[in-house]
């Protein structure tokens, strides 16, 4: 079955400017969660949605914001763009969204502010 | 606060030779830990989780509550085994919420 996909892959946004991510889940799964990737900071947590809810917040600014769909596909968004939003920004699923069960992890877009 | 620490960022072994990984968290309740993988150009994929005590690849990994460790072990590595390796800690309160240490690239010479 198809993995966890998200696009666009690379992405080039001007510091001020929005941008949208998008993240679809392996099929029948549920719980969608992203994290940010950089070279100084590591693996982030930023949210996790569930059955279309957010059901937990990583220690983000407002400007970083989600959303699921009734099909579970996830979409990012980050407004107001400065140039440390620079990173690898990957999604993940579950089917559950407990950790125990693991997750599935997509290839990320890589998102370059200038 | 919930921590975890990769305390060497490149490690260097030979072909043949045992593999250490080390991992230490900071949690005062009853962690899940995980070990990821991520090869070169590749997605970053789960390898295995205490919960489970399962051992894939011929990689091992116990949970030490009392040094608060969990140390991934291979006792031969081969050069396919050079990767970023990544530990990780969800809190039995946060359900999904993972919390991942540094990562230890690990290169394997012939």
């Known amino acids: 079955k198809a993995g966890v996909t998200q696009t666009p892959r690379y992405l080039i946004k001007t510091r001020g400017q929005q941008v949208t991510l998008s993240c679809s889940p392996i099929s029948g799964h549920r719980s969608v969660s992203w994290y940010q990737q950089t070279p100084g900071q590591g693996l982030q947590f930023l949210f996790e949605y569930f059955s279309e809810t957010q059901r937990n917040k990583g220690n983000f600014p407002g400007r970083f914001s989600g959303r699921q769909f009734s099909n579970s596909r996830s979409e990012m968004n980050v407004s107001t763009l400065e140039l440390g939003d620079s990173a690898l920004y990957l999604c993940?699923?579950?089917?559950?969204?407990?950790?125990?069960?693991?997750?599935?992890f997509g290839s990320g877009t890589r998102l370059t502010v200038v | 606060a919930q921590r975890v620490t990769q305390p060497e960022k490149l490690l260097s072994v030979f072909k043949g030779a045992p593999v250490e990984l080390k991992c230490n968290y900071s949690?005062?309740?009853?962690?899940?830990l995980f070990w990821y993988v991520q090869y070169s150009r590749q997605r970053l994929q789960l390898l295995l989780r205490h919960i489970s005590r399962e051992s894939i690849k011929g990689v091992t990994a116990d949970l030490n509550k009392g040094e608060t460790s969990f140390h991934l072990k291979k006792p031969f590595a081969q050069e396919e085994d050079s990767a970023m390796y990544y530990c990780?800690?969800?809190?039995?309160?946060?359900?999904?919420?993972?919390?991942f240490g540094e990562g230890t690239q690990l290169t394997v010479n012939p």
């Open positions: 990780a800690l969800s809190m039995e309160t946060s359900g999904s919420r993972l919390t």
């Open positions: 949690y005062s309740g009853s962690p899940e």
């Open positions: 993940a699923s579950s089917l559950s969204g407990q950790s125990s069960y693991g997750y599935t």
